[in-house]
Every structure is written in structure tokens, then in C-alpha cells.
């Protein structure tokens, strides 16, 4: 095998910059731990992160966002490929794990210490300090925002502004290109350089390939560097761990790096996600998109199963999503600033399965059920009605086989009695769970209640992997509490050996 | 691409917002089509570069197998050629649809890319963007890309 072009060491390595290997690097330094990250996309200093959509998304969103699931229906699975991960590409959503899922994940899954409630709460508003979490304030909202709060009121729905770490926010609506005021305290800006402040090192355009595994112990990590500019490999690396090696790669990634280590049992299996669409509306006055936080305004449902938000386009994705072509389209294109876009995301019944794949790209297998479908049209309906219900003109539900343009709330009533099937639905997904779960039953799970692999010594996996159910909600808060819960046991426990 | 596939990217894309219709309607190669085209496809997956290149073909040889006519959309007039792309994207088959919504993205692409386009959208109404400094902007950083600071050591 050639000679590595890097070698490094550290006491713990870190695979992947995101919500959950920032907050591991941010807690294990921070306890005096050498830590080294490791990265698969560029570290890009704010003011290097392009504003126009083709090279932000062509250098920040993991493959353009065409990575998506198998079949032939695919749904696009949308991930930030950059240090920062996927929290440099959102818009910052802040929401403590729903108790439900907290109790489900104590009485199923044995995860009563993991999930604490003393402990989290501690850890949450610790989180939220640090992160600067705020309520939308009415100044950034924006007119798409401040539309679907009408909608909200006028049909009597529970909506209100969302909780972002994001203050000084100044509505520039561009959270996915990177804000410019480093107002969202994404991992990039927030954790990564707390943690190299603490003396954590970071590697990136490093690709991670294989744990290396010695005596049933995790020792390092082999991959490959790559070319910042062709993405092709310049040669291997090889990083060596003294205490461990966490896998914080994303729930499509980290067991496709487990599945290459050699771990097999359930790695991969049970892979979740909340998948939404979106409904956009025309209305007769300006509503500005572009100006206001990105996602300011959301109507929780939770006990049907879906969560609605305002999601403010760029305009080249806001344009693709106007129906047509030619002059009809170009009618439409020429009033851009008269648009508002509001999606629903669900907590879907489906579990699916990911695998290794031909050449960098692994197989996911995830197909809705019958009664996701359900849940999914009842959100699209609801959304087309709220659009009506703000003043919409026109509304563009953006489901096959139903017409492109509805122009009266009484078609709604098409919308939530077609018979719709799973190809006439236009999903996308960011919140992806499971492939590695959590739990204390080994039959049952990956990793331990300690985020250790049931196979591998010093072998850990901190990101939304070990999840063993979705949500409903935003996951970054719930990624970053159950992260630190785990690494500040794992730093105590260092502590206690070297002391020993 | 092959030359062809070239040719006939240009002529699709610019189908969707010809020169000289109604609304906003870019300039005669105000748009960089192919080259957005380009960029998408080295910057998605294989599965996806080849889906756009299947969607091209699937575009071009529309008015063969959906109107019957031994003709490629290239040599049909602007408003025939976006009268096909709005069928393709009406198409009760989902990979049509899909594949042809991939087209028009990468149209969306282009034509935004142009803060001239953007501004005559009117997206950023009332904002006071100052469009010339969004266009040197986008052009610095497009430069550093290549040059971004990094922060791998590397160790012979």
C-alpha cells in the first residue's frame, strides 16, 4: 500500500464536522482531550462561501443534493458536504426531543441514562446559551413568514415563529448559501473553532474510508485527501487514535464507514427520515422571499404526524418550482417578489436500509407506506387552504396527475380526495435517522446507551445514526444534546483512567 | 457531452424562457445555459450527470415520440420547443417529469446566475441589492474557491 501523503494522532479522532462530531469535538477538548476532526468537504471561511446558488450549492450540499434514495420514485436526501456539516445549510431550527420520544426511547430502547431528563435539560440550555437561541423576531420574519402567520390565524392553527440559533439576524433569507453575518451559529463558526480554541485539530477535504480495528479496538482511521478543487484523491491518510475513534458521519454515511470497518449485524438497517414537499402560492401584492430569516414561521402538528414551515427559496429553486414553460412561465418569472412557499415535513412509518454502494455512493432503500402517503396528502391540502386563506391567487400544489394551477379554495377538496400514488408526490429529505440505533439490548441495536459499538472497543458513533426512532421535529438540538450527554461521560471516564 | 448533446443543451434549456417572449426574458446569450449545465453535472452524482444526459436526449427527440415529427426541438421555433417542455413537465410519467424539472433547474441556474435577470425578476424588490456589487462579488468568490484557505497539514 503507497505511503500516507498525512499522518497525525490524537487521543480522539472525529469523523465529520456536523451537529454531532462538532459538539463531540466542542465537549472532549474542552475536558482537555487531544481531538482531531476530520473532514469530507472544504473549510470555507464565511466571506468564501459563494452567493450565488450554482457554486454554493456545487461547493457546500453533498453532490448537489442529487444524492438521493434508490428506486424508481427516488426521494433527493439533502446534506451539507463542508465543515459544519449539515448545520451550515440549515436554517438553524432549534427544538428540544419531543417527550414522547424521549419516554419511547426509555421504555423500547433502554436509553434511560443517554436520554436523562436532568441531564438534558441541563445540556439544552447550555446549548441554547451558547448558540445564541432565539424566537423569530417579528422584524425578520419576512412576508413569506408573516404570510403563513395569517394563514395560521384565519384558520384557527397553532402556528408561531420559530426558535433559530440564529440572533442578530438580519433577514438576508440566505442560510443555505452561509450567513453573511455569522448570525446562524452553525457548527462551522460555533463548535468547530470553540473546539480548535481548545486545541482540537481539523482535517479537511479528508475522506474517511475504513476504521482501523486491532485487538477488537479501534486504533485510527485510513482515507483518502482529497483535491479541493477536482474532489479526486491526492493520496491516502492515515490517523491514529490513543483513546478511540467517533463516528459522526451522518445517518447515510456512518454505517457505510462501519459497513467498511467490518461491522455488519444491524449497521445500516432501520434508516428513518422526515420527508416533506412544499406548496407555493401567488399572491396579488409583494411578499419578498428574499428578504427575512429563511424559515421564520411553523405550524406544529405533531399529532397528525407533520410539522408546516415557511421555506424561503433562492430564486433559481423558487423558479423551477413555478409551473410550465414559455411565456406563461416567464409571466410568472417576472414576479418573483409575489410568491410565498410553505413545506410540511413528516414523521414518516417507513423504515428503509443503507448499503455500500458501486464506487462513493451507497444505496439507500426507503419507500413511504400507504398511511405515510395519507398523512402526506392531508398536509398538502392543508397547505394549499392556508395559502387561500392568507389571499393566495394562485396555488401550486406540485402533485402528478392534478392540475398545476388551482385558483379557487374549492379546489383544495381535489387535493385532499385524489387518489393519489406514490408517484405523483415530489418528496425531499433532510432529516435522516437510524443505521446505527442506540439501545442496551445488543440483538437490537449497533451501539450501546454509551454510544459505544456493541463490537468494536473505542469505537463510537455521535450523530443522528444512533437515533433509534425519527422525531417529528428538527433534529440538530436533539443530535447535540444526546452528542454531549455521551461525550462528556466519555471525557469523564478518560479522566477518571488517566488519573488512575 | 459530445458536440451534439452540446447543441442540443443550449437550444433545451433556452427553451424554457425564450429570447424575446413575455415576462422576463433573457437577452440573447445573456445566459450561460451550457455552462451551468456543465457545472450541475461534474457537481452530482454519476447516477444524476447521467439522468441529466438522458433527460437531454429525452428532450430533444420529444417531438419524435410525442408529437410524431422527424424533428429534434433544436429546430423548432421558441414558443413550439417551450410548448414540448411544458407537456414533458406535465408527463404522467414520473422519471419524465423528474428528468425534465432537472433541466429546468439547470435553466434556473443560469439564468439567475445573471444579476441583470435576477434584478428584472423583481425577487429582491425593495431590498436595494446593488446588483453590480453581487455580480464582482459572485465573481470573487468563485476565484477563491480554488484558493480557500485550508487547513489540512500535509506530511511527506
Same mark, same amino acid.
Given at each position: 500500500?503507497?505511503?500516507?501523503?498525512?499522518?497525525?494522532?490524537?487521543?480522539?479522532?472525529?469523523?465529520?464536522?456536523?451537529?454531532?462530531?462538532?459538539?463531540?469535538?466542542?465537549?472532549?477538548?474542552?475536558?482537555?482531550?487531544?481531538?482531531?476532526?476530520?473532514?469530507?468537504?472544504?473549510?470555507?471561511?464565511?466571506?468564501?462561501?459563494?452567493?450565488?446558488?450554482?457554486?454554493?450549492?456545487?461547493?457546500?450540499?453533498?453532490?448537489?443534493?442529487?444524492?438521493?434514495?434508490?428506486?424508481?420514485?427516488?426521494?433527493?436526501?439533502?446534506?451539507?458536504?463542508?465543515?459544519?456539516?449539515?448545520?451550515?445549510?440549515?436554517?438553524?431550527?432549534?427544538?428540544?426531543?419531543?417527550?414522547?420520544?424521549?419516554?419511547?426511547?426509555?421504555?423500547?430502547?433502554?436509553?434511560?441514562?443517554?436520554?436523562?431528563?436532568?441531564?438534558?435539560?441541563?445540556?439544552?440550555?447550555?446549548?441554547?446559551?451558547?448558540?445564541?437561541?432565539?424566537?423569530?423576531?417579528?422584524?425578520?420574519?419576512?412576508?413569506?413568514?408573516?404570510?403563513?402567520?395569517?394563514?395560521?390565524?384565519?384558520?384557527?392553527?397553532?402556528?408561531?415563529?420559530?426558535?433559530?440559533?440564529?440572533?442578530?439576524?438580519?433577514?438576508?433569507?440566505?442560510?443555505?448559501?452561509?450567513?453573511?453575518?455569522?448570525?446562524?451559529?452553525?457548527?462551522?463558526?460555533?463548535?468547530?473553532?470553540?473546539?480548535?480554541?481548545?486545541?482540537?485539530?481539523?482535517?479537511?477535504?479528508?475522506?474517511?474510508?475504513?476504521?482501523?480495528?486491532?485487538?477488537?479496538?479501534?486504533?485510527?482511521?485510513?482515507?483518502?485527501?482529497?483535491?479541493?478543487?477536482?474532489?479526486?484523491?491526492?493520496?491516502?491518510?492515515?490517523?491514529?487514535?490513543?483513546?478511540?475513534?467517533?463516528?459522526?458521519?451522518?445517518?447515510?454515511?456512518?454505517?457505510?464507514?462501519?459497513?467498511?470497518?467490518?461491522?455488519?449485524?444491524?449497521?445500516?438497517?432501520?434508516?428513518?427520515?422526515?420527508?416533506?414537499?412544499?406548496?407555493?402560492?401567488?399572491?396579488?401584492?409583494?411578499?419578498?422571499?428574499?428578504?427575512?430569516?429563511?424559515?421564520?414561521?411553523?405550524?406544529?402538528?405533531?399529532?397528525?404526524?407533520?410539522?408546516?414551515?415557511?421555506?424561503?427559496?433562492?430564486?433559481?429553486?423558487?423558479?423551477?418550482?413555478?409551473?410550465?414553460?414559455?411565456?406563461?412561465?416567464?409571466?410568472?418569472?417576472?414576479?418573483?417578489?409575489?410568491?410565498?412557499?410553505?413545506?410540511?415535513?413528516?414523521?414518516?412509518?417507513?423504515?428503509?436500509?443503507?448499503?455500500?454502494?458501486?464506487?462513493?455512493?451507497?444505496?439507500?432503500?426507503?419507500?413511504?407506506?400507504?398511511?405515510?402517503?395519507?398523512?402526506?396528502?392531508?398536509?398538502?391540502?392543508?397547505?394549499?387552504?392556508?395559502?387561500?386563506?392568507?389571499?393566495?391567487?394562485?396555488?401550486?400544489?406540485?402533485?402528478?396527475?392534478?392540475?398545476?394551477?388551482?385558483?379557487?379554495?374549492?379546489?383544495?377538496?381535489?387535493?385532499?380526495?385524489?387518489?393519489?400514488?406514490?408517484?405523483?408526490?415530489?418528496?425531499?429529505?433532510?432529516?435522516?435517522?437510524?443505521?446505527?440505533?442506540?439501545?442496551?439490548?445488543?440483538?437490537?441495536?449497533?451501539?450501546?446507551?454509551?454510544?459505544?459499538?456493541?463490537?468494536?472497543?473505542?469505537?463510537?458513533?455521535?450523530?443522528?445514526?444512533?437515533?433509534?426512532?425519527?422525531?417529528?421535529?428538527?433534529?440538530?438540538?436533539?443530535?447535540?444534546?444526546?452528542?454531549?450527554?455521551?461525550?462528556?461521560?466519555?471525557?469523564?471516564?478518560?479522566?477518571?483512567?488517566?488519573?488512575? | 457531452?459530445?458536440?451534439?448533446?452540446?447543441?442540443?443543451?443550449?437550444?433545451?434549456?433556452?427553451?424554457?424562457?425564450?429570447?424575446?417572449?413575455?415576462?422576463?426574458?433573457? /437577452? !440573447?446569450?445573456? %445566459?450561460?445555459? #451550457?455552462?451551468?449545465?456543465?457545472?450541475?453535472? $461534474?457537481?452530482? @452524482?454519476?447516477?444524476?450527470?447521467?439522468?441529466?444526459?438522458?433527460?437531454?436526449?429525452?428532450?430533444?427527440?420529444?417531438?419524435?415520440?410525442?408529437?410524431?415529427?422527424?424533428?429534434?426541438?433544436?429546430?423548432?421555433?421558441?414558443?413550439?420547443? /417551450? !410548448?414540448?417542455? %411544458?407537456?414533458? #413537465?406535465?408527463?404522467?410519467?414520473?422519471?419524465? $417529469?423528474?428528468? @425534465?424539472?432537472?433541466?429546468?433547474?439547470?435553466?434556473?441556474?443560469?439564468?439567475?446566475?445573471?444579476?441583470?435577470?435576477?434584478?428584472?425578476?423583481?425577487?429582491?424588490?425593495?431590498?436595494?441589492?446593488?446588483?453590480?456589487?453581487?455580480?464582482?462579488?459572485?465573481?470573487?468568490?468563485?476565484?477563491?474557491?480554488?484558493?480557500?484557505?485550508?487547513?489540512?497539514?500535509?506530511?511527506?
Amino acid at each position: 500500500m503507497a505511503r500516507p501523503i498525512l499522518v497525525d494522532e490524537a487521543d480522539y479522532i472525529i469523523v465529520g464536522t456536523g451537529a454531532g462530531g462538532a459538539t463531540a469535538a466542542r465537549v472532549l477538548s474542552e475536558a482537555g482531550c487531544s481531538v482531531l476532526m476530520l473532514e469530507e468537504g472544504p473549510h470555507l471561511r464565511t466571506e468564501d462561501r459563494p452567493t450565488g446558488l450554482l457554486d454554493a450549492m456545487s461547493v457546500a450540499v453533498r453532490d448537489f443534493g442529487t444524492q438521493t434514495t434508490a428506486g424508481a420514485t427516488p426521494i433527493p436526501l439533502l446534506q451539507g458536504r463542508l465543515v459544519g456539516g449539515s448545520t451550515a445549510i440549515n436554517s438553524g431550527i432549534i427544538w428540544r426531543m419531543p417527550e414522547n420520544v424521549r419516554r419511547q426511547w426509555i421504555d423500547e430502547h433502554g436509553l434511560d441514562d443517554l436520554v436523562d431528563e436532568a441531564a438534558m435539560l441541563r445540556i439544552y440550555e447550555q446549548i441554547e446559551e451558547e448558540l445564541e437561541v432565539e424566537v423569530t423576531g417579528d422584524d425578520v420574519l419576512g412576508g413569506n413568514s408573516h404570510k403563513m402567520a395569517d394563514a395560521a390565524k384565519a384558520l384557527g392553527l397553532p402556528g408561531k415563529p420559530i426558535a433559530r440559533n440564529a440572533r442578530g439576524c438580519q433577514g438576508r433569507s440566505r442560510c443555505l448559501q452561509g450567513c453573511p453575518h455569522e448570525a446562524r451559529q452553525s457548527m462551522d463558526v460555533s463548535y468547530v473553532p470553540r473546539a480548535m480554541a481548545d486545541g482540537a485539530r481539523l482535517h479537511d477535504m479528508c475522506r474517511a474510508s475504513r476504521v482501523l480495528v486491532r485487538a477488537g479496538r479501534a486504533v485510527g482511521v485510513t482515507g483518502e485527501v482529497l483535491d479541493r478543487r477536482t474532489r479526486r484523491s491526492t493520496g491516502r491518510f492515515e490517523v491514529r487514535a490513543r483513546l478511540g475513534v467517533i463516528v459522526s458521519a451522518g445517518a447515510v454515511h456512518t454505517p457505510v464507514l462501519l459497513h467498511r470497518t467490518g461491522l455488519r449485524g444491524l449497521v445500516g438497517e432501520r434508516f428513518q427520515a422526515h420527508p416533506g414537499s412544499a406548496v407555493v402560492g401567488r399572491f396579488p401584492e409583494p411578499v419578498v422571499m428574499g428578504y427575512g430569516a429563511s424559515q421564520g414561521y411553523e405550524v406544529p402538528m405533531r399529532e397528525r404526524g407533520f410539522k408546516l414551515e415557511s421555506l424561503s427559496l433562492p430564486p433559481e429553486m423558487l423558479a423551477a418550482r413555478l409551473p410550465g414553460a414559455g411565456s406563461a412561465w416567464q409571466e410568472r418569472l417576472a414576479h418573483l417578489d409575489c410568491f410565498a412557499q410553505w413545506a410540511f415535513q413528516m414523521r414518516m412509518k417507513a423504515h428503509g436500509r443503507v448499503r455500500p454502494g458501486w464506487g462513493e455512493q451507497p444505496v439507500v432503500k426507503f419507500e413511504p407506506l400507504p398511511r405515510d402517503l395519507a398523512v402526506a396528502q392531508e398536509a398538502m391540502a392543508l397547505l394549499c387552504e392556508m395559502m387561500f386563506a392568507a389571499g393566495a391567487t394562485e396555488v401550486y400544489p406540485g402533485l402528478g396527475h392534478l392540475p398545476e394551477v388551482l385558483t379557487d379554495r374549492s379546489e383544495v377538496e381535489l387535493v385532499r380526495t385524489a387518489r393519489l400514488r406514490r408517484a405523483d408526490f415530489h418528496f425531499m429529505a433532510s432529516h435522516l435517522f437510524g443505521t446505527a440505533c442506540a439501545g442496551a439490548d445488543p440483538s437490537r441495536s449497533v451501539v450501546g446507551p454509551d454510544l459505544q459499538s456493541h463490537e468494536v472497543r473505542g469505537l463510537y458513533v455521535m450523530d443522528a445514526a444512533v437515533f433509534p426512532t425519527n422525531m417529528g421535529v428538527n433534529p440538530q438540538h436533539s443530535i447535540m444534546t444526546v452528542v454531549w450527554r455521551a461525550a462528556e461521560r466519555l471525557a469523564n471516564a478518560t479522566r477518571t483512567t488517566a488519573a488512575a | 457531452m459530445l458536440a451534439m448533446e452540446r447543441r442540443w443543451a443550449a437550444a433545451v434549456l433556452e427553451g424554457f424562457a425564450p429570447v424575446g417572449g413575455a415576462g422576463l426574458a433573457p /437577452a !440573447e446569450g445573456e %445566459a450561460d445555459y #451550457l455552462g451551468a449545465m456543465e457545472q450541475m453535472m $461534474r457537481a452530482s @452524482t454519476r447516477k444524476a450527470a447521467f439522468g441529466l444526459r438522458v433527460a437531454l436526449w429525452i428532450a430533444a427527440l420529444a417531438p419524435v415520440w410525442l408529437l410524431g415529427k422527424l424533428h429534434t426541438l433544436g429546430s423548432m421555433s421558441r414558443e413550439g420547443r /417551450a !410548448e414540448i417542455l %411544458a407537456r414533458l #413537465l406535465a408527463h404522467r410519467v414520473f422519471l419524465v $417529469r423528474e428528468l @425534465t424539472l432537472l433541466l429546468k433547474l439547470s435553466a434556473c441556474m443560469a439564468l439567475f446566475a445573471r444579476p441583470s435577470l435576477r434584478e428584472r425578476s423583481n425577487y429582491d424588490r425593495g431590498l436595494g441589492l446593488d446588483y453590480e456589487a453581487v455580480e464582482s462579488s459572485g465573481e470573487r468568490s468563485r476565484v477563491h474557491l480554488d484558493v480557500v484557505a485550508g487547513s489540512s497539514e500535509e506530511v511527506a
